[in-house]
């Protein structure tokens, strides 16, 4: 993932939790394609998209590697 599709999937995820405050988005979207960077961008909408639909909390970027991995289990 590039810095513009972090920057678009932190504004999809932050308008599904809608009562998530971001102090710093700059910094948030720095720290996320640290560790996103290396995975296609596709695989991490889908991923954010199935973390969305089955938790009520903000994803980390964590969250989101892990529900890639169970995506691609089935």
């Given at each position: 993932m590039n810095r513009?599709?972090?920057l678009n999937l932190l504004e999809?995820?932050?308008s599904n939790y809608p009562n998530t405050k971001i102090a710093d988005p700059s910094a948030m979207a720095s720290a996320w394609e640290m560790v996103l960077g290396e995975y296609p961008a596709e695989s991490i909408y889908k991923a954010a998209r199935l973390h969305m639909s089955t938790s009520h909390f903000f994803p980390t970027p964590a969250d989101l590697i892990e529900a890639r991995a169970r995506k691609k289990r089935r």
């Open positions: 513009a599709e972090i999809i995820v932050i």
